[in-house]
């Protein structure tokens, strides 16, 4: 029989082949044409058989199929280990304002160059990525020649790269016309989260990805507060919300999934979605343990990703894939959930199906694309072997071996680490332009640290315009509490609606010797239909001149609505000290000798004020500049005397 020509056989090594039939071959060889695996089998066999172009000796090494990585946002290496050990909706509103003011193009790219090189050199060749400026991310990718699930992303407010959600479908189809059919690349589109995108938006998507019949991969109930709110908000658990949305009709990628029920299961496996599992992650922002071991005894397809190197801090599918057999063993308590064999294939085949790449990559058959790596077994750590289990192997991979023992990375046929010298991305120079990165974020962090301001400006997106306050306070007696209603109506002022108020002020010392204060208001008005309406309201306060005893010249730096709980502020601006107030407000607006005036009584319950209610007088005129506010100074002064006789 004559011998056929091929490129490239791999021999000598144990091959793993994560194939239907769980191959495992001693003295196995892989036999690669161009970009596909054109025969697996015994070296001898394939030595009969083939005239090799090059010879690759991988004895005393494992052959795999590459690692599929299969939810990141590789960008955010250039942001690993800026914000650590915060809960999620805290650690995102440090990230956010750092990607509003960083994120570009020559950004993206850097981040994935670095992103590529440490995945190759964990032995992983696909992956399934989440972030903005896509386009330039896959043509990075398809440069250094990884193969990927790319998303652009799609949310509700502005991003680096869109304007508004309109702008980012717009994106999503020129990215997706840009690559539909690359041998690399598939392109997909990405809204981030259900609770970042209002319901249309989110229907808008999933229609968009059934019409260009690309993947949809979004962010899954990854926390118990996500999973609460979609409650209060919805009625329904987020698998239902989003069923509700139709991202369940399209080629789903689902990331995390760590607080799903049964029945979300049930339905995510009939979608024949992706479930992206990321331990590391959910660990580190103490989101809790996805329950996997559930999830493929419900017929789920589950892979194993790293999610970004802002909350990981690293692109490792060895320590990724061993942290997912250890945690799913405590989930339940039972040791015998996730055995080494089936987190092997999570990181493998069964990631490659749930990034909707299976039909490619994911496992050594003949036909696929040659996307493999060649482990090193005889590092101490791993040693010594014993064979009286074949399926040892599976162990010494997933609770041995590290991605430190990958020799060897091959994408698409093609060489991207030989003997860990990475070929197709050139690391120092990528290090060089990260250090300058850092330096400018650094500077960025310094700023928005330096003040309560800039903080709280950094996590809205905006500067936002000072207004200043004159004020008097003063205690009252129940007597004179009880008079200055009708006193006050004498100066046609107009009474308001009756108003609870729980108030929170958070003490930030932080700014030198000026001590700001956050105010977080849960103020309840009863209207006229004797309905009431509760709204949250956040104010950042400094008191910049104490002009007499209980006159003070106030500055507002933010008034606004609060959209986030009072738990995210205190770990947000973590106060040196808080002190909780609630009163009953009676409150007047009136024109007094030609100053607008707001004037509140305040009525402090017993129970806040010590043995009795207690009762306060304020009197404010709001200005534009502090000097305007000291002008109106005589006439607060003037109407107090008026009130108390
Ligand atoms: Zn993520």
Known sequence: MEKKAIDTLLFGGMVVAMNPTFDVISDGAVAITGSDIVDIGRTADLQARYTPSETVDCTDQVILPGLVNAHTHIPMTLLRGLNDDLRLDVWLGYLMAVERQFVTADFVRLGAKLACAEMIQS???????MYYFEDEIAQETAAIGMRALLGQTAIGFPTPDAANHEEALQLIRKFVANWQGHELIQPGLCPHAWYTSSPEQLAECAALAKELD?????????????????????????????????????????????????????????????????????????????????????????????????????????????????VAKVKRNDPVDLPAKEALTLATIGGAKAIHLGHLTGSLEIGKRADLLVLNMDGVHNWPHFHSNPEAIYSRIVYAAKSTDVAHTMCHGRWLMRDRQLLTVDLPQAQTDAVDVARQIDQFVQWRESSPENKLAALIGRETPDTFEAQIRAKLTAGQASTIPTTISSLAAVPQPNIEHTDTYLILESDGDTAHQLRFRTETRSNDTGTAETQHILTLLNQLDQIAAGLTLGQAHYHGTADRPLRFYREYFTPDREISRTKSRQQWHLSYNDVDLVVNVDTVPAAESGESASYILEIKARALSAAEAKATVAVLQDLQQHLLG
Do not use: Y
């Open 123 to 129: 032995g992983i060749t696909s992956f399934a990525d």
């Open 214 to 326: 690309v993947p949809l991969h979004t962010h899954v109930a990854e926390t118990q507060f996500e999973v609460d709110n979609c409650h209060a908000q919805h009625g329904t658990t987020v698998t239902e919300w989003i069923d509700k949305q139709g991202l369940l009709e399209t080629k789903l990628l689902a990331a995390h999934c760590v607080h799903i029920n049964r029945h979300e299961m049930d339905m995510l496996a009939a979608a024949k979605a992706g479930i992206a599992h990321n331990p590391s992650s959910n660990l580190k922002l103490s989101s809790g343990i996805a329950p996997v071991a559930e999830m493929l005894e419900a017929g789920c397809q589950v892979g194993i990703g790293t999610d970004g190197t802002a909350s990981n801090n690293d692109l490792d599918m060895f320590e990724e894939m061993r942290l997912a057999a250890l």
